[in-house]
């Protein structure tokens, strides 16, 4: 009688545990999160810079940090600059330096929020400030990777830096295609991103902001901390930020306002464009979170680009790493 006396009093303690963590969930599923602090940074391994505004952007040097040949690595959602720890024995086998910040509102990179405490999101001003942030490493050139969301960062960074002839080969690793443009194949004659994605009931949701963040703190951002390794860097993406997260369809559904079509191209004399780097864009045959139509876009867009595809799903680099590095090491490989 005392064990199964034992055993109901635990069935209770757990419901009301459970009941208790829903409740401050829902409370706290507008609050912003507390700001992170320099320490816990250094303590994971990162570096800390301070943004214009203030706000702490973290950020990981992976491989050679001696070397002059630099690889930015931009990363996608639910995940941080440490990801690209994968590329570590890489990038010291191939006196490679791999610079990767933490987007906001993933790891401990703080998010921005609007004059009415909504967290805001927008490329130009990510891609402004990280060419100020790359400018203070006096990087001499450099080739970017943009893994998944990070694929827009990255064509946003290698658009608008200030001297673009140090932006050398650029790689957007199963990224997500712009919004808006015609597309007679698609519903309602515009071209989303996230059609046929996984991941479209969340671009639908963007329309009622409340409802989206109420369920993202109840059920989703609770499921990927179930379902990933505690010293994972999908867990560490959200151990101190919602925001990231949050903000995920305001990226993919931004415009985007830089000249991306020419990325792989420079003005020359008559102002005639020129081939000046290769733009490989990777693409997955099964990637259920990015479908390939939207690799598919960007090759036909984007001028001297090559598109790439392999066999396998979104997460196919992470799951096996030498794929990635073995696509990432063309960047160093191929003449503009």
């Known amino acids: 009688m005392g064990i199964l006396r034992a055993l109901k009093y635990a069935g209770l303690v757990s ?38 505004d203030g706000r702490i952007m973290e950020y990981f040097i992976h491989g050679n940090p001696a070397s002059h040949c630099t690889l930015v690595a931009i990363h996608g ?9 994968l590329l570590n024995q890489w990038g010291i086998d191939n006196s490679v330096r791999i610079i990767a910040p933490s987007l906001p509102g993933f790891g401990k990179s703080e998010p921005k929020y609007n004059s009415d405490g909504v967290p805001s999101y927008d ?26 969301l990070g694929g827009p960062h990255a064509a946003a960074l ?41 991941l479209k009931s969340f671009g639908d949701m963007r329309g009622s902001p409340r409802k989206k963040r109420t369920i993202e703190r109840l059920f989703f951002l609770p499921m990927l901390r179930a379902l990933s390794p505690n010293n994972g860097d999908v867990a ?13 369809t305001t990226v993919i559904y931004q415009p985007w306002l830089f000249p991306w079509k020419t990325l792989g191209t420079e003005t020359v004399a008559s102002n005639k464009q020129a081939p000046c780097r290769k733009v490989f864009i990777v693409s997955g045959t099964k990637d259920a979170v990015a479908p390939p139509h939207n690799q598919k876009k960007l090759s036909q867009d984007i001028t001297n680009s090559i598109l790439i595809t392999y066999e396998g799903a979104h997460e196919h680099s992470v799951v096996h790493p030498q794929s990635m590095i073995d696509h990432v090491s063309l960047l160093f490989k191929t003449a503009a």
């Open 158 to 198: 290698a658009s608008v830096f200030p001297d673009r002839a140090k932006v050398q080969n650029v790689m957007l690793y199963v990224p997500l295609a712009p919004y808006g443009d015609q597309d007679a194949t698609q519903p309602g004659g515009v071209y989303d991103p996230l059609h046929n994605s996984m």
């Open 236 to 248: 560490r993406s959200i151990a101190s930020y919602w925001e990231g997260a949050f903000t995920c």
């Open 77 to 85: 959602a639910n995940t941080t600059g440490k990801l690209f720890d």
């Open 15 to 52: 419901v009301a545990s459970g009941c208790a963590i829903v409740a401050y969930n829902a409370a706290t599923a507008f609050t912003p999160s507390p700001r992170t602090s320099e320490e816990s940074i250094l303590k994971d391994g990162g570096k800390v810079y301070r943004l214009p």
């Open 123 to 148: 490329l130009g001003d990510w891609a402004q400030y990280t060419s100020t942030f790359l400018q203070s490493l006096q990087i001499d050139n450099f080739h970017v990777l943009g893994t998944s």
